[in-house]
């Protein structure tokens, strides 16, 4: 049940979904110079559209599929820009099983059904991801924004078509894959580790102008690694910005600590 709640729980934080990948057919280079100009215009274009937030807060139900096991259960997401991304997952009846709290530089999870507790630096969440993956990556994939850290590379090419843009590009041993539709905002995103079996790709749909901003209702997840194989469905109810957030996380005594 530990390994469990601790996958599932780092797993929802790391959007993706089993859409059928599609082959990128990239323009050739006619001119290299002028090509970069109007790649870095575009991806600037779309690194505007970002959702620009102070914090974020929202409710979804969410369905988790692992190992042919199916769970029903809600999440409550919670993030404070840059600083703190709060998660609360409860199942049947409002009772809470798993709290957790990232920070650039730490992981803390809370296992209420059993009383046990682990914290850890940042890099923990390697035993599911890339190293190559960051705070902020975590945060723009929860909020359905391109990673201005992904971008920064001269390895990167954009195609288009008539409904939607093709973003590819590797960095730091990682190869990924932007979809975005004709407002400038994903609807879905591949992350692979070059030369490695680990797999993350995420799905947006149902769009949907929420204070002004445009969030999708609707997300999905695929992850395959090493460690874990892990389908999810999150479907929002509830969506806010920019309210003033609380990130509870408090351990008591009872808890034991998990090395």
């Known amino acids: 049940m530990w390994s469990r709640l601790i996958v599932i729980a780092i797993a929802v ?3 993706g979904s089993c859409k059928t990948k599609q082959k990128v057919v990239l323009p050739a280079h006619k001119d290299p110079v002028e090509t ?11 690194e505007l559209s970002n959702l620009d937030f102070h914090s974020f807060s ?6 988790i599929e692992m190992n042919k096991q199916v769970h029903d259960v809600t999440v409550n997401l919670r993030i404070q820009r840059d600083k703190a991304i709060w998660l609360s997952v409860t199942a049947a009846l409002g009772i809470e099983i798993a709290r957790v709290l990232i920070t650039p530089d730490s992981v803390k999870i809370l296992n209420k059904l059993q009383g046990e507790y682990i914290a850890k630096p940042f890099h923990y969440i390697y035993h599911y991801t890339n190293q190559g993956v960051t705070f902020s ?12 850290n992904l971008l920064r590379t001269n390895n990167v090419q954009v195609a288009s078509s008539s409904d939607e843009f093709i973003v590819v590009g590797i960095k730091d041993e990682l190869s990924y894959q932007y979809r975005i539709n004709k407002e400038n905002r994903p609807f879905n995103f591949l992350l ?6 680990q797999n993350l790709e995420a799905f947006y749909g149902d769009f949907a102008k929420t204070n002004g901003y445009n969030f999708p209702q609707n997300m999905a997840l695929n992850i395959i690694g090493e460690q874990v194989s892990l389908k999810a469905q999150l479907s929002y109810n509830r969506v806010t910005f920019n309210e003033n957030i609380e990130l509870p996380f408090s351990v008591s005594n ?3 600590v998990i090395d």
């Open 13 to 15: 934080l790391l959007l």
């Open 36 to 46: 970069n100009e109007v790649h870095a215009a575009t991806i600037k274009t779309f």
């Open 58 to 63: 929202g409710r979804a139900k969410t369905k």
């Open 137 to 148: 990556t975590l945060q723009d994939l929860l909020l359905a924004n391109v990673s201005s």
């Open 192 to 197: 692979q580790e070059v030369g490695g079996d």
């Open 254 to 256: 009872r808890y034991k």
